[in-house]
């Protein structure tokens, strides 16, 4: 979870995300990525993720990307949007999720304001399900 109280993403971050706020989390950069460790899945069959986006700063395209491999790609992604991608579940249990985002800027650089992070887009959760 990327919002609340309950939220717990900051012990799967690697890199590419704003600092903790009241509202959803901020990508930060051309590039967000998380670690999993996942159980309970059955290996080598398909997964599915799920991605809700809060807010969307400026125009953004976006990849995304398990373990490496593309899964789902869009020239623009819309406030509150639901985007869902299948994979197939590796035989380590170990998932790394990569958000690559091209048009990411700073509120600043398009004189919107002082903030100097380049965002992309704001999460609200990221899910895996079989």
Same mark, same amino acid.
């Given at each position: 979870m990327f919002r609340s109280e309950n939220r717990n993403?900051?012990?799967?971050?690697?890199?590419?995300?704003?600092?903790?706020?009241?509202e959803?989390?901020?990508?930060?950069? @051309?590039?967000? /990525?998380?670690?999993?460790?996942? +159980? &309970?899945?059955? $290996?080598?069959?398909?997964?599915?993720?799920?991605?809700?986006?809060?807010?969307?700063? @400026?125009?953004? /395209?976006?990849?995304?990307?398990? +373990? &490496?491999?593309? $899964?789902?790609?869009?020239?623009?992604?819309s406030e509150g949007e639901h985007i869902e991608a299948v994979f197939d579940f590796p035989d380590t249990n170990m998932i790394t999720i990569s958000i690559l985002l091209d048009d990411a800027i700073s509120p600043f650089d398009i004189g919107e304001g002082r903030d100097l992070r380049e965002l992309g887009i704001q999460l609200e959760k990221i899910c895996i399900y079989q």
């Open positions: 993403s900051e012990q799967y971050t690697i890199n590419g995300f704003s600092y903790r706020e009241d959803p989390t901020w990508t930060e950069g @051309n590039e967000a /990525s998380l670690f999993v460790y996942a +159980n &309970g899945f059955d $290996i080598n069959a398909e997964a599915k993720i799920v991605l809700d986006i809060a807010d969307v700063y @400026n125009k953004q /395209s976006i990849k995304l990307l398990v +373990n &490496g491999q593309e $899964i789902y790609q869009a020239e623009s992604v």
